[in-house]
């Protein structure tokens, strides 16, 4: 269970074991913006795997798209980002720092970080302003406000705009499904608590259009469907839970609105929104472009606009959500033993396969053993140092097995498989152990 100061030192392994490094490090970082390494960008890819395989892979009403980052200018003003996408922002004329006006009460300032901006007595706040969240940025060789482009600050929009070629290309008929992960960006105020809140993150987004009157049912459906999916992800139970946007709290396009939230060591919060956005976006998007988004359902010889749920869940939040939960530390023997428990089916590493010895042909088995495995798993090799330090280190980053190739190996050909977890052990035959690995993956 995560404990006080969990973030501190996970922060801390992640850049020491190759998960996440902060961007442009040499440069002394840029804000909020992280990279991921090499076991980072396992754990990510999984969860994005894992993702669209319950998405579109397995159902037959979802369609993969990978729309451009980059949109005609004109999306964002239908949309209501251009207009609505802000945030109410206040700059301290003496300290020069600038805070979310809404957040004051919880903010410190830079002065007096025991006292809210306002309270000090040099504080001189201006009037709240409101600040698009939205990057800008120029097309072709003129800068000049005519060729001024967003960097999308969500994936939907691309989703919107195609949703006419998708429905005609796949023949798929209403209900159906849009799904797409690709990245988003946020001129974020208050950033913070390392990927969980950053100015450029990726988005797990799936638009489901639905005829009109049966938005609030699908919005139920697609709520207990993606409440199980992190359920089964092996986040922990008790730290998931709903909550329900109230009136004030909606965003520009939504009827409705849930969150679901992790309960992080900085506090409950959003990891997933499902989003009943109605007609609101086909609707503007239609009388913006001047292009018909209405279907045809046969079946109910009616022409419409359908009305649209939608999910979406961050990539990045996610990863640290599986991070934060897996964590722990126990004593062994007078040890601290540092544990990733993540769920085998997204640990960056499956299985280290570990020479007790570099000599006695234990390093050859062991090296035709990996070359063997690694066509099928994500598979290490490791033959440095003691082999209780090699178990630790792989604890460390969360391979559930160690596959040690020992003296009794050439003879009874045989490898011992120790858990993770458990820190179990028992002997596996090696032309089994591929079987052995796939069944519990
Ligand atoms: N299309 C709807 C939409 O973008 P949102 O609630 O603004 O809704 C959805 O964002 C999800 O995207 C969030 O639940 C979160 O997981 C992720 N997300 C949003 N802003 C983020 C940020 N600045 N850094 C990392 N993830 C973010």
Request: aromatic share 10%; charged share 25%; net charge negative.
């Amino acid at each position: 269970m995560a404990q006080p100061g969990t973030m501190d030192k996970l922060v801390s392994l992640c850049k020491r074991r190759g998960f996440v490094f902060q961007s442009s490090e040499i440069y002394g970082g840029l804000g909020s913006v992280w990279d991921y390494g090499p076991l980072g960008t396992e754990l990510k890819r999984n969860i994005k795997d894992r993702w669209w395989h319950a998405m579109v892979r397995a159902r037959d009403d979802i369609e993969g798209l990978d729309a451009a980052i980059l949109m005609h200018p004109k999306v964002w003003e239908a949309s209501g980002h251009v207009a609505g996408f802000t945030d109410p922002l206040v700059d301290c004329k003496t300290c020069k720092a600038r805070f979310r006006a809404d957040q004051l009460a919880t903010a410190q300032c830079p002065q007096k970080p025991s006292k809210h901006p306002g309270e000090h007595t040099t504080c001189e706040l201006t009037e709240p302003r409101q600040f698009n969240l939205m990057f800008k940025t120029f097309m072709g060789p003129v800068e000049e406000s005519a060729s001024v482009v967003y960097l999308r600050p969500e994936t939907a929009q691309g989703i919107y705009v195609n949703y006419l070629n998708v429905l005609q290309s796949s023949r798929q008929k209403i209900p159906f499904g849009i799904a797409q992960i690709g990245k988003a960006f946020r001129n974020e105020i208050t950033p913070g608590n390392f990927i969980f809140r950053t100015r450029e993150f990726e988005q797990m987004e799936m638009q489901y259009f639905v005829r009109p009157g049966d938005d609030a049912e699908w919005f139920e459906r697609w709520r207990t469907l993606r409440m199980a999916w992190h359920q089964e992800l092996g986040l922990t139970p008790d730290k998931l839970r709903w909550h329900q946007h109230a009136d004030k709290e909606l965003a520009h396009y939504a009827r409705a609105a849930y969150d679901i939230e992790y309960e992080f060591p900085f506090g409950w919060q959003e990891i997933e929104g499902v989003h009943n956005r109605g007609s609101y976006d086909l609707t503007n998007h239609q009388n913006a472009s001047g292009k018909k988004l209405e279907y045809f359902d046969q079946a109910a010889n009616a022409r419409y606009i359908p009305e649209i749920v939608e999910t979406s869940a961050g990539a990045d939040r996610v990863t640290l959500t599986v991070l934060v939960d897996a964590y722990r530390e126990e004593e062994v023997e007078g040890e601290t033993r540092t544990v990733l428990g993540l769920n085998p089916a997204i640990a960056p590493i499956k299985a280290a396969v570990l020479p007790l010895v570099n000599k006695d042909a234990m390093p050859e088995m062991a090296t035709a053993l990996f070359n063997d495995l690694r066509t099928r798993f994500a598979c290490f090799y490791d033959d440095g140092g003691a082999i209780g330090r090699r178990y630790r280190r792989m604890d460390e980053v969360g391979t559930p097995f160690c596959l040690t190739v020992d003296g009794q190996s050439a003879e009874d050909q045989k490898v011992t498989v120790r858990h993770r977890d458990t820190m179990g052990q028992e002997r596996v035959s090696i032309d089994q152990v591929a079987a052995y690995l796939r069944e519990r993956l």
